[in-house]
């Protein structure tokens, strides 16, 4: 029994999604700023990216597998943008 949880506790992605989403949420209120913030959206970006491909590495789910793959595409071109703003 023991055991299970702790396997279940490894491909758990909850904390992951919590830290993605708060990462997003203040992507977005830096894209609102006046002030310089190319330096903060490449971090914000580069820690999305690291979420991303933690829950793609705990997942065993196709779907969830697809949808990192999307979500990597989708943040390799917010990166192009970034880089823009630098």
Do not use: A, C
């Amino acid at each position: 029994l023991q055991e299970i949880v702790i396997f279940l506790e490894k491909k758990d992605i909850t904390e992951e999604m919590i830290r993605l989403n708060s990462h997003y949420n203040l992507f977005l209120d830096f894209v609102k700023s006046d002030e310089p913030i190319g330096k903060k959206m490449n971090f914000l970006h580069q820690e999305m990216l690291r979420e991303v491909n933690t829950i793609g590495s705990k997942t065993d789910n196709i779907i969830i597998s697809h949808i990192v793959i999307n979500m990597k595409e989708e943040l390799e071109k917010v990166k192009e943008q970034v880089q823009n703003i630098l």
